[in-house]
């Protein structure tokens, strides 16, 4: 067998295309020859014994049965091809018998290049093509496979190379004695962009980019989980308000305001690390969660941000407007309730900021 060369088998089975109404209904004529041949035969069988009615009668049976068998073999042909699924036929070696038209805009490979490959060769990735034969032979060995039977999503591959998820449910049956495989395929990747995409919007705040108040919250309490099952972690939680937010508003108006937010959250996502969380949580107040750093690394980090953003004023339509941002810091601890337990104390560290003069960095007091 040739597993990996990604060549034709030995022998290449022929590729049916599908029958055209025309191979199936016959003409008049044609049809009372065809009865006329069996009726002959018929009698003859009989030994001429038979009268020529019950001999018509026998033929006419046989041609209408001859001909109801191809319409349901033309009918299956035609609902073959003009599935929305991708059909892959397979028999016991992985070679392909069947590959309909929408395996060939799915997949890339035309109907000609596909018949007589191996199956995995041709549109499993490299790293899974072992596995696939594998439990192709242990499904012979046994009768008995994870993969048939159900409906499951994986990663097949693409003519050009790139990789494109899909769901697949493979049947197997028996034909002449011997065991083949049909594969139910469906390109899967606009829908998971729309559900990847579904997932943004429920996590991110549709201005600045940012995680949004809920998500934010569910990663402190990721992190407070991960603090109390190891109790040497450390963890920060900064709230930040932008200072005197109400009158950018009402001197600028709220599309300036927004912008405003905009620049903000950009400046703030620059000085992130990638275990790092920045998030929106109200109208003009922020926060952060900064993993595995204590608070003295928390204030060095927010002194550096709080300086950035008093030296970045935000240029609007050929005006310079400054902005400046008070934060509060706390620690998380093991022993904290759940996540507003962080989130109040930082909260009253952000407010002895904004009450102290604003443009300045409080940590919670122990």
Same mark, same amino acid.
């Given at each position: 067998?040739?597993?990996?060369?990604?060549?034709?088998?030995?022998?290449?089975?022929?590729?049916?295309?599908?029958?055209?109404?025309?191979?199936?209904?016959?003409?008049?004529?044609?049809?009372?020859?065809?009865?006329?041949? &069996?009726?002959?035969?018929?009698?003859?069988?009989?030994?001429?014994?038979?009268?020529?009615?019950?001999?018509?009668?026998? *033929?006419?049976?046989?041609?209408? %049965?001859? #001909?109801?068998?191809?319409?349901?073999?033309?009918?299956?042909?035609?609902?073959?091809?003009?599935?929305?699924?991708?059909?892959?036929?397979?028999?016991?070696?992985?070679?392909?018998?069947?590959?309909?038209?929408?395996?060939?805009?799915?997949?890339?490979?035309?109907?000609?290049?596909?018949?007589?490959?191996?199956?995995?060769?041709?549109?499993?990735?490299?790293?899974?093509?072992?596995?696939?034969?594998?439990?192709?032979?242990?499904?012979?060995?046994?009768?008995?496979?994870?993969?048939?039977?159900?409906?499951?999503?994986?990663?097949? %591959?693409? =003519?050009?190379?790139?990789?494109?998820?899909?769901?697949?449910?493979?049947?197997?049956?028996?034909?002449?004695?011997?065991?083949?495989?049909?594969?139910?395929?469906?390109?899967?990747?606009?829908?998971?962009?729309?559900?990847?995409?579904?997932?943004?919007?429920?996590?991110?705040?549709? %201005?600045?980019?940012?995680?949004?108040?809920?998500? #934010?919250?569910?990663?402190?309490?990721?992190?407070?989980?991960?603090?109390?099952?190891?109790?040497?972690?450390?963890? &920060? %939680?900064?709230?930040?308000?932008?200072?005197?937010?109400?009158?950018?508003?009402?001197?600028?108006?709220?599309?300036?305001?927004? *912008?405003?937010?905009?620049? #903000?959250?950009?400046?703030?996502?620059?000085?992130? =690390?990638?275990?790092?969380?920045?998030?929106?949580?109200?109208?003009?107040?922020? &926060?952060?969660?900064?993993?595995? &750093?204590?608070?003295?690394?928390?204030?060095? #980090?927010?002194?550096?941000?709080?300086?950035?953003?008093?030296?970045?004023?935000?240029?609007?339509?050929?005006?310079?407007?400054?902005?400046?941002?008070?934060?509060?810091?706390?620690?998380?601890?093991?022993?904290?309730?759940?996540?507003?337990?962080?989130?109040?104390?930082?909260?009253?560290?952000?407010?002895?900021?904004?009450?102290?003069?604003?443009?300045?960095?409080?940590?919670?007091?122990?």
């Amino acid at each position: 067998m040739d597993d990996h060369s990604g060549g034709k088998a030995d022998s290449k089975p022929k590729g049916d295309t599908g029958l055209s109404s025309a191979d199936w209904i016959p003409s008049g004529k044609e049809r009372s020859d065809m009865i006329e041949v &069996a009726a002959y035969h018929i009698a003859e069988r009989s030994g001429f014994k038979s009268s020529p009615q019950t001999c018509w009668a026998a *033929a006419e049976e046989q041609i209408n %049965l001859l #001909f109801a068998l191809r319409e349901s073999k033309w009918k299956l042909e035609t609902l073959v091809e003009s599935a929305l699924d991708a059909v892959v036929m397979i028999d016991s070696s992985g070679i392909i018998t069947r590959w309909n038209t929408q395996a060939c805009k799915i997949f890339g490979w035309s109907r000609d290049e596909a018949i007589g490959r191996f199956i995995h060769t041709l549109i499993i990735p490299h790293r899974h093509r072992e596995a696939h034969v594998q439990g192709l032979e242990h499904y012979l060995a046994s009768g008995a496979g994870p993969m048939m039977n159900k409906m499951v999503e994986i990663q097949a %591959l693409h =003519r050009d190379g790139h990789e494109f998820p899909v769901e697949l449910a493979i049947v197997p049956l028996m034909s002449g004695g011997k065991p083949e495989f049909s594969a139910f395929i469906r390109d899967i990747t606009q829908r998971e962009r729309a559900v990847a995409e579904l997932r943004e919007m429920a996590t991110t705040d549709f %201005l600045t980019g940012l995680a949004n108040r809920r998500h #934010f919250v569910a990663r402190i309490g990721d992190e407070l989980a991960r603090m109390q099952r190891q109790d040497s972690l450390a963890a &920060a %939680l900064l709230m930040l308000d932008l200072d005197h937010f109400k009158r950018v508003n009402d001197a600028y108006g709220h599309a300036t305001g927004d *912008a405003m937010l905009k620049h #903000f959250a950009a400046l703030m996502q620059r000085e992130l =690390r990638k275990i790092d969380t920045g998030g929106r949580v109200g109208g003009e107040e922020f &926060a952060i969660l900064l993993p595995g &750093a204590a608070v003295d690394e928390a204030r060095v #980090f927010a002194e550096r941000l709080r300086s950035k953003v008093e030296h970045k004023p935000l240029v609007q339509d050929g005006q310079t407007i400054p902005i400046t941002v008070s934060i509060g810091i706390t620690t998380m601890k093991p022993t904290d309730s759940g996540a507003d337990a962080a989130l109040i104390r930082a909260d009253e560290a952000l407010y002895r900021a904004k009450d102290h003069g604003r443009n300045r960095v409080e940590v919670e007091i122990a």
